[in-house]
């Protein structure tokens, strides 16, 4: 029987379950799919459904198939009640590492982040961000539940926008997003980049944090790159007004203390939320720069392809309001295993052993909310 596609979203205070009731898939900006955003956002209202949505995920590269959803306005019910429920007891069980392919996995890693810093050095780029994934077997007599691994994903880090995504063959995307690409609220618009990170492990507390993100040169020029082309992109829309520009602050997830700017615009009527996300899609928060040498470059250098992995999560109504965030913290459920993606950014003065140690930090969102999700069959 194949599975309902179906979409969860917990953002802000809000949990919102998208129920589909029709799917497309497509290179997000063929015929097929425009006629298919175009055609649900414009249908109006049905009684007691409410305003038509569009939701669900698109790649790393937008030429590869997007999946998306046709749905009535979510149900929505109130995350406080998710976030005072009783915390599970840790599993006794763990996840059971493919060792074998994990190690080869991080031994190319360490060479493709040496590869792509000789590429720095002989000027073809500026800024390359290089993902993995690790992967590892759910153990025997035990089952990992996408609804049970969004709750303990957002118990374990509020602050994120935790979603899931379940396609048609059975595959779970689940993840925990601490990137907003585009948030559009009537007219107004708000992106947060990440780049320039330290593992807690690492780091003792967030003034120590601060101290030494707000200061290192190497993290200050990486997160300057995202954030100077981000405000180039959306500068370029005619009407859209960008406010005076921020200075970056330190924000912390559960594994992690990143360097964040929150840049802001009014947008002029007609854009949409969609439309700005795809405009800043891939950023080099996610690809690099120069945009175009850094995708030819990961193309190279990675072992695997991305897929979903670094793309955009999010939904839109008709009126063109959404929020789209990034594919991060995130892997791939299925019954038998979870596969675990993430990513680092490279600049010059990066070190490969260190850039390996910051994707395994960020792997532990998900293996850390994995674990108390494990239930006995």
Request: negative net charge; hydrophobic residues 40%; proline residues 7%.
């Amino acid at each position: 029987m194949t599975p309902t596609p179906r979409f969860h979203f917990l953002t802000g205070k809000q949990h919102l379950t998208f129920e589909a009731e029709n799917y497309c898939t497509g290179p997000i900006g063929s015929r097929q799919v425009q006629d298919f955003i175009s055609d649900t956002l414009s249908s109006g209202p049905v009684e007691g459904t409410g305003q038509p949505v569009i939701c669900g995920m698109i790649p790393f590269r937008p030429e590869q198939p997007a999946h998306l959803l046709a749905c009535p306005a979510p149900q929505s019910e109130p995350l406080a009640e998710l976030a005072d429920d009783e915390l599970p007891e840790e599993s006794i069980a763990l996840l059971e590492a493919e060792r074998e392919d994990n190690l080869e996995q991080a031994r190319h890693y360490r060479q493709a982040v040496a590869s792509a810093l000789d590429a720095i050095s002989a000027g073809q780029v500026k800024k390359v961000v290089l993902a993995r994934q690790a992967r590892y077997r759910i153990p025997e007599g035990y089952r990992l539940g996408a609804p049970e691994l969004v709750r303990s994903l957002h118990r374990k880090n509020p602050a994120a926008d935790t979603f899931s995504f379940t396609l048609p063959d059975g595959q779970h995307w689940v993840g925990a997003s601490p990137e907003v690409v585009a948030d559009l609220q009537q007219g107004h618009f708000y992106t947060r980049p990440l780049a320039g990170s330290r593992g807690k492990e690492e780091v003792a507390s967030l003034a120590q944090a601060q101290q030494l993100l707000l200061t290192s040169s190497k993290d200050l020029v990486e997160h300057a790159y995202v954030v100077s082309d981000i405000r180039a992109h959306l500068g370029a829309i005619p009407g859209l007004e960008l406010a005076p520009e921020r200075g970056p602050s330190v924000t912390e997830t559960d594994s992690m203390y990143h360097l964040g700017t929150r840049i802001e615009a009014t947008v002029p009527a007609g854009v949409k939320a969609l439309d700005l996300a795809l405009a800043l899609h891939p950023t080099p928060a996610v690809g690099g720069s120069p945009t175009a040498k850094a995708l030819e470059l990961i193309s190279q250098l990675e072992a695997r392809d991305r897929g979903l992995y670094s793309g955009l999560v999010g939904w839109m109504d008709g009126s063109g309001r959404g929020r789209w965030n990034l594919v991060l913290r995130c892997g791939n459920l299925t019954d038998q295993e979870l596969i675990v993606w993430a990513g680092a950014g490279i600049v010059a003065g990066s070190e490969p052993a260190a850039e390996l140690a910051e994707t395994e930090a960020k792997m532990q969102t998900l293996l850390a909310a994995a674990e108390t999700a494990l239930k006995p069959r």
